[in-house]
């Protein structure tokens, strides 16, 4: 496994699930493919010939054509004993001739026999291996126009900063008595919905889940209306809040499984941690309880988040040294895309760490079991902490420029 493919399988694990690692079945068809790969992949991972011999998304397909591959094989091992058969036997039908002319006529024959059965084999193996590509170019178009779509909803909700507004605002300001949006935000779910059933359950869940929470964050806003006291409005902008962090959530996890190279896949999971662990710590803060059913799963989630980003770091580590180079000639020189996403990924770093830093200080990122029940390990600065709603401090520089560098992007 090369150091690129470990890379996003830890990338992968910490976006909120198991590292891609392939299924022993699926790694064999990869292997029977890979003359097929030597002779036609770019080298580019991003390219869509080189991503239909690695990606998840097509193993069915892959599965198929590895076993169109290996009958293949076995039809041209019986072509040639068929055409040897027939080059070797029946050498008294031409005992009138000169030994040229026997050569020559059972080559012939030998030849025509080996054709007879190769040739329309090998016509076939080539209509499956056509039908394959077009199917699963489709199928990687879908999976790249929904990861487009939840990225982009995903970057707003970072740019504009909107969980960290609704945070700091207060309740009337942050849930409008009057919220009225008729336009369509998911234009990519409603025309292809219906393709999304090629995809694994494993995908599938995530998609979902992303939209559904989602479009519950539009209700929760039209809601507003409908309330009467200031206890009511406060219920319904942590509601909003948890619903947000909910879809952020199901967002990050879903950039793991739509996208499946670097760095695209850390810039994006960086873009939306930054918002969701702003929301996950608003949600500590306020559902602290033990008796709260809320109370288990948020606390459940901490130790993931300080593995995330510290898998996040060592994956950041390699190309730190490189950020001044990419910063000082990007105004004189055309820099390879990949050199600049990994520059977008190290200038948001300070701002995630920073938010990060922020919640472990005022929470404790372990659980234990105690009495059969979930609970945080205790921590000193969680005694009797109040609901900090003051902007994030910023480390060491940067910070401004990396959020230049998000709007920007």
Known sequence: MSFQTQRRGKVGAAAGGPARELDPRHRVSRWVLSPIAALVRTGDETD???????????????????????????????????????????????????????????????????LRIFGPTLALFGVILAWAYQRGSNRLGIVDLFACEIDTLCRVVTVIDMVRQLVQCRSEKAVPAHFN???????ILDGNSSDLQSLEASVV????????????????FRNGGDVQTEAQREDLRTNLIYMLYLGLESGRKAMRDL????????????VILISELTAYHFLRQRYRNPDEVHYFRLVLRAPGYKRLVEELDAVLEPHRQTLGHVVATSSAERLPNRDVEWSRALLLWPELKARFDKLEAAFSMACIVADGRIAAAKQPS????????????????????????LRAS
Not at 205 to 220: E, L, P, Q
């Open 259 to 270: 996208v499946e190279f670097e760095p695209a896949c850390t810039e994006r999971v960086m």
């Open 382 to 405: 969680d005694k009797g902490s109040k609901i900090d709603e003051s902007p994030v401090a910023m480390p060491h520089g940067g910070v401004a420029a990396g959020m230049s560098i």
């Open 48 to 114: 869509t010939v080189d991503r239909l011999f690695v990606t998840r998304h097509v193993n069915d397909l892959r599965m198929i054509v590895a076993a169109a591959f290996i009958g293949l094989g076995v039809v041209l091992l019986v072509a040639v004993v068929s055409g040897w058969c027939f080059y070797v036997f029946d050498w008294d039908l031409v005992k009138g001739s000169d030994a040229n002319q026997i050569v020559m006529q059972r080559a012939v024959a030998g030849c025509a026999a080996f």
């Open 205 to 220: 869940v995530n998609i979902t889940a992303f939209y559904t929470f989602m479009k519950t964050v539009r209700d929760k």
């Open 181 to 187: 949006s008729q336009e369509n935000y998911f234009p």
